[in-house]
């Protein structure tokens, strides 16, 4: 299983930048997909989380900035973020809770490798 993220790079504050991951490989079934990001400095967080039962959470620094869109059918998951800000700068992580055709009872986490997301004027 590999999860594979694209999109971030450089916005000035108050722009927008969109992030996606896909997750392939020998998956069974996918129970949450989201983002987590890490500031210089600072632990991971997570950012936007979405479930299989459709539920999702923000973070309360991204409540209303940042919308997770998830797509089932194709193992997809978006981050749009807008009205960035500085404080938004990291590596922004993709994460998924899969469980495999060879162990379909086991869930796990999977990561992928961290995309730099900067934010400044």
């Known amino acids: 299983v590999q999860l594979q993220a694209s999109g971030g790079g450089l916005a000035q504050p108050g722009e927008s930048l969109t992030l996606s991951c896909l997750a392939s490989g020998n998956i069974f079934s996918i129970d949450g997909m989201g983002w987590y990001r890490q500031a210089p400095g600072k632990e991971r967080e997570s950012v936007a989380r979405?479930?299989?039962?459709?539920?999702?959470t923000y973070a309360d620094s991204v409540r209303g900035r940042f919308t997770i869109f998830r797509d089932n059918a194709k193992n997809t998951v978006t981050l749009q973020m807008n009205s960035l800000r500085p404080e938004d700068t990291g590596v922004y992580y993709c994460?998924?809770?899969?469980?495999?055709?060879?162990?379909?009872?086991?869930?796990?986490?999977?990561w992928g490798p961290g995309t730099q997301v900067t934010v400044s004027s």
């Open positions: 979405t479930v299989s039962s459709g539920r999702i």
């Open positions: 994460n998924g809770g899969i469980a495999t055709q060879d162990n379909p009872a086991y869930t796990r986490a999977y």
